[in-house]
């Protein structure tokens, strides 16, 4: 039972954790979204609600990298292993990362 302990906490505290940041992204979702409906494309107000859409995808990313760490770690029971093969998985990340910031 011991080994399964630290997985699931760790994953608690992300669930958290990401839950706190994710709220400014889940604002933004918000006015996107409100701005969508009720502003015409092209006006000043419109542009300005969609741009930002890359602070959700960052923080999207980052709890699923972090997630995917935990999940590995809670199969293998070796926290050490899943790091380092999350080092694949984080270069991919980085790449779709920069790939969105240069769209935004």
Avoid at 9 to 18: H, K, T
Avoid at 25 to 52: C, D, F, M, N
Avoid at 68 to 75: A, E, F, K, Q
Wanted: without cysteine; proline residues 3%.
């Amino acid at each position: 039972m011991a080994p399964l302990t630290s997985p699931l906490l760790a994953a608690l505290v992300l669930m958290i954790a990401a839950t706190f940041v994710g709220m400014l992204p889940v604002v933004k979702l918000i006015r996107v979204y409100e701005g969508h409906h009720e502003l015409k494309q092209g006006s000043a107000g419109w542009i300005r609600t969609i741009a930002g859409w890359s602070m959700i995808v960052f923080w999207l990313m980052t709890t699923w990298f972090v997630a995917t760490i935990i999940g590995d770690w809670g199969v293998s029971g070796d926290l050490q292993g899943a790091v380092d093969r999350s080092w694949l998985r984080l270069r991919i990340i980085i790449e779709i990362a920069a790939a969105i910031a240069d769209s935004d």
